[in-house]
């Protein structure tokens, strides 16, 4: 910890005893929540994992970005800039990062009071409230020219690309586990034609590139802890050029699934339809008048698809041995596998209910 005491001291942070303790949940990166004796802002620590993000200067670059076009957009819109979007502490010497001993990208962010993230909620308002941060989100940064944004990590929604990097864990298999995962590989091969659905549609021109956040999970956005409408979107690592499909594919995902990412009974893996509904009213209702109707049904494909490129991506890692998403368990990421293949069955049963769920809702 007094490594971490001395990083901190990088930063152009308020003078005084400064406290760090591990902080949140995620998969990628480690986090500390670090207070301040005698300040009443609390501040967030981070480390850049350069195993996922290779570039991770590339992904601050784009960060710093976004935050400052969102600080502008919020202030034209009367909002409070400081509290709906994030705010990076500069080094002292004014760059939005710094570097440890052993080269490792740190930043330091504001950490947004008086809010709450959900984590896996039931509440229909609550993923209303979610689906309104992530519409806002896009609608806000319609304008920014996504090309100009750094690709943080490339063919990151490259589905057929997903497919051929689990073929190439299947080939390599450096863990010996390919035996017991026939049942997943087979699953996976059968659904190689749906892989390009995207993709095709964006090369033919039917779907905009846009900035799209990519980690759309519903405990990246923060609710105010009174009101609980939403306040800001955060985790911004994998904001980069993309299609709307894969923001509101990934959030259905997650959010209108009946269980934990890692639910070992698969018979309690559903899509849970009010869930999705909820989700899409906010979410669409944000971005009334600026999609087509061809983006908007992509947002059912969208769903499917991101489904199955993490339960590809998951089941690739767990043959790779478990490099790239951070288990607690042995075979968790096979379990995490499991579930999404289990969720991408059930939405196939929807596609239509769906569809139609979609339309109506931007229609309205």
Not at 132 to 150: D, E, I, M, Q, V
Not at 334 to 344: E, S, V
């Amino acid at each position: 910890m007094d490594s971490i005491l001395c990083l901190l001291e990088k930063f152009a942070l308020p003078a005084g005893e400064k406290t760090a303790v591990p902080f949140g949940n995620g998969h990628i990166n480690n986090t500390y929540l670090i207070t301040i004796d005698g300040v009443k802002e609390r501040y967030i620590l981070q480390r850049i994992n350069s195993y996922v993000f290779v570039r991770p200067q590339e992904v601050m670059e784009n960060m710093l970005h976004i935050t400052e076009y969102l600080q502008e957009r919020i202030r034209e819109e009367g909002g409070n800039p400081d509290r709906e979007t994030i705010r990076l502490v500069p080094s002292v010497t004014g760059e939005p990062w710094v570097k440890d001993e052993e080269g490792e990208v740190w930043r330091v962010m504001l950490c947004v009071p008086d809010t709450v993230s959900p984590q896996h909620p039931d509440d229909l308002h609550v993923l209303e409230e979610c689906g309104k941060a992530f519409g806002c989100f896009s609608r806000r940064l319609n304008h920014f020219p996504a090309a100009t944004l750094h690709e943080t990590i490339i063919a990151f929604h490259d589905t057929p690309n997903r497919l051929r990097q689990l073929e190439d864990a299947i080939s390599a298999d450096p863990c010996g586990r390919v035996k017991d995962v026939a049942e997943e590989i087979a699953f996976a091969r059968a659904r190689e034609a749906e892989t390009r659905i995207l993709v095709e549609a964006h090369a033919a021109g039917k779907l905009p590139l846009r900035v799209t956040h990519n980690d759309t999970k519903v405990n990246n956005v923060l609710l105010d802890r009174d009101t609980g409408k939403a306040v800001c979107v955060i985790d911004l690592d994998t904001v980069m050029p993309g299609l709307l499909a894969y923001d509101f594919g990934d959030a259905i995902r997650v959010g209108a699934c009946s269980a934990e990412e890692d639910e070992r009974d698969l018979e309690k893996v559903r899509l849970e339809l009010q869930k999705a509904e909820a989700f899409a009213r906010g979410f669409l209702g944000e971005l009334k008048g600026a999609l087509s109707e061809e983006e908007v049904l992509s947002l059912e494909a969208g769903a499917r698809l991101m489904t199955f490129e993490n339960g590809m991506r998951f089941l690739a890692d767990h043959l790779n041995g478990d490099k790239y998403f951070r288990i607690h368990r042995p075979g968790q990421n096979l379990d995490r596998a499991r579930t999404q293949f289990a969720l991408l069955a059930d939405m196939e049963k929807h596609q239509e209910e769906m569809r139609a769920m979609l339309t109506g809702i931007y229609r309205d």
